[in-house]
């Protein structure tokens, strides 16, 4: 019996879309009880979402005023004491799966597999390494528990609406450290899409040359409802923030249109936009390795274009 | 005294362009430069700034591998740690057995602070630096982008997908760092030189207590699928119209 348990990503009032793609990766191993565990100071709005997606047959909630802020060092002892009935604990490959799982995985005394992009069975798995540039299928061993992060890019959400799940509410007894508080969270409030999420991307690279020029790129983006994201050359430059960054060691998306302008399209960036199903490179050199994977390649001067394309859409 | 423990790893250099092997066992690494993983050059350079402003008294960079990563442990040592411990280990080190192994040396070295990469450009897992202060039950203060340390603490930035969030976490602790914390200074020659009669010392995963067990079996490695080759247009008015046509826009 596959029983999965999936760590609800949230910000206290919203459910992650994240945890819906987890919902969708857990729907491929065959025969999956599909559990969504939140923990929250008070868990009810986050819960009554969580119930709606398709493939949940239960929703958990663990409240504690010591969850208000989901630090890894406090969730994981009581992921840890809940995990023991499942044969699977997920989260998301985002910073705060990425943080969390090993956590757990290390109390659990299994190993890891990160970066989950499809299931071969309940115990064989895919994943990238080396920056996407290779494919390693590894095999869980020994009947151990599977403790994983699921590539977010690689699944589509677990669409919500239809019978809500059960949700019910669990006790748990681990005791939680006082060694790691929170301090703040500083994010730019944006009216725009988010960048993990959307179905278009607008990107802009280091050819931009300073924060002011981006801001053709954000008027491009409102146009097409779009996210706007960023190389690590330009974030490195000061030109976009940090969570605008796009690739290895930033933000994989999957957005059905991807508008590269002024990107040279190094490894690291190109392995956070290879599941875009259209890419679209602009850029002043004609031998830039952007266009070795651009559907359409437009070479010119970005200050020239980006205005035009405005127009025309 | 006041010690900072560097866990460092040997990985194919980031310059490098990845082949798998046609039999599928693993990616070609002959003759292919290896370089410190470059998160990990970062949490040296972390911890040797902690060191030069008189927060620490000691850098000890540690790594589980080979022999051959007394190249890196050179490296690093020129970089201006002073003294390195190699846990000799042959076959494939999962992360789990690195931070069982790293939180040995945690207890041997008894440091305030623990500073890793935050992940491994060779099996990008991500992995060990928590799974170490899970273990140690220790905070840790993953994706660093700014630390500053005062009487027992340690204030982190972390670069996280909402933007930066910042932690207080008591010592010691575990750290992981982000690209952005610093820039990892260059090493000199006469570094170099000096780097060679600084103490390295050889240890086993055996020796430490260690099992070196694999629960992943790596069942076949595989290039990635290709896009297809796309074309170029003229001008903006041709892209737009490609675009519709698509049904993209």
Redesign the interface.
């Known amino acids: 019996m596959t029983k999965v348990l999936i760590v609800a990503e949230h ?1 206290g009032s919203k459910l992650n879309p994240a945890t819906a793609k987890c919902v969708t990766c857990a729907r491929s191993l065959a025969g999956a009880e599909i559990t969504v565990v939140v923990c929250a100071a008070d868990a009810a709005a986050v819960a009554s979402q969580a119930a709606q997606l398709a493939g949940v047959t239960r929703v958990l909630t663990v409240e504690n005023p010591a969850n208000a802020r989901l ?3 406090i969730v ?1 002892p009581q992921i840890v004491a809940l995990a023991g009935p499942y044969t699977h604990v997920l989260g998301p490959t ?3 799966g ?10 659990l ?7 989950i992009m499809a299931v071969d069975s309940p115990t ?1 798995f895919r994943r ?15 009947g ?1 528990k599977v403790v994983g992060t699921v590539r977010i890019a690689s699944y589509e959400a677990a669409p919500a609406g239809g019978s809500a799940a059960a949700i019910e509410k669990a006790s748990v007894s681990a005791e939680l ?1 006082t ?10 409030k944006s009216d725009r899409p988010d960048l ?1 999420t959307a179905t ?1 991307v607008v990107s802009g690279g280091r050819a931009l040359g300073s924060s002011d020029a981006f801001k053709i790129l954000y008027s491009l983006a409102d146009k ?1 409802g779009a996210a706007v994201g960023a190389s ?1 050359a330009a ?2 430059a000061g030109y976009a ?3 605008l960054q796009v690739g ?2 930033g ?1 994989i998306i999957a957005p ?2 991807y508008v590269a302008i002024g990107i040279s399209g190094a ?2 960036h190109l392995t956070g936009i ?1 599941d875009a ?4 490179a602009i850029n002043k050199d004609a031998e830039a390795p952007i ?10 001067d970005l200050f020239q ?1 980006v205005p ?2 405005e127009k ?2 | 005294m006041k010690r900072i423990l560097v866990g460092i790893k040997r990985v ?1 250099d ?1 310059n490098v ?2 082949r ?1 092997k046609p039999d599928g066992s693993g ?1 070609i690494t002959d003759g292919v430069k290896m370089s410190i993983n470059p998160f990990d050059e970062i949490a040296l350079e972390e911890a040797l700034r902690i060191k030069e402003k008189g927060l620490a008294e000691e850098v000890v960079v540690a790594t589980i591998g080979p022999a051959d990563c007394q190249q890196q442990l050179r490296t690093a040592l020129a970089m201006g740690a002073d003294r390195a411990l190699l846990v000799q280990a042959d076959a494939v080190v ?3 057995v690195a ?1 069982r192994a790293l939180l040995k040396l945690v207890e041997k070295e008894q440091p305030m602070l623990v500073i890793l990469g ?2 491994a ?15 140690w ?7 660093a ?1 700014k630390v500053e340390l005062s009487d027992g603490k340690a ?1 982190v930035t ?13 010592l010691p ?1 575990v750290l992981t760092t ?3 914390l610093n820039e990892p200074r260059y090493v000199k020659l006469p570094d170099i030189m000096k780097a060679k009669k600084k103490p390295l010392e050889t240890l086993t995963l055996s020796g430490i207590g260690v099992e070196q067990k ?11 699928p290709q ?11 041709e ?2 119209d ?2 519709r046509k ?1 049904g ?2």
Do not use: C, W
């Open positions: 910000d630090l890894s060092a994981a985002t910073t705060f990425k943080d969390l799982m090993p956590r757990i995985a290390a109390l005394d299994v190993a890891q597999v990160s970066d064989r990238p390494i080396y920056a996407g540039n290779a494919i390693l299928t590894v095999e869980v061993e020994g151990a450290p060694h790691t508080r929170f301090v703040s969270v500083s994010a730019a993990q278009r097409l690590r974030v490195d923030p940090n969570e290895q060691t933000k059905e249109l490894i690291q290879k199903r259209t890419i679209v266009f070795e994977v651009a559907d359409y390649g437009l070479v010119g274009i035009e394309l025309l859409i | 194919v980031y362009r990845i798998v990616v999962e992360p789990l931070a935050k992940q450009i060779d099996d990008d897992n991500s992995q060990t630096g928590q799974m170490l202060a899970g273990l039950n220790r905070p840790q203060a993953t994706f982008s204030r972390r670069e996280v997908d909402a933007g930066l969030e910042t932690l207080e976490v008591d602790a982000d690209l952005r694999q629960r992943l079996k790596l069942v076949k490695f595989e290039p990635p896009r297809q080759k796309g074309i170029r247009v003229k001008d903006a008015a892209l737009v490609a675009l698509k993209v826009i």
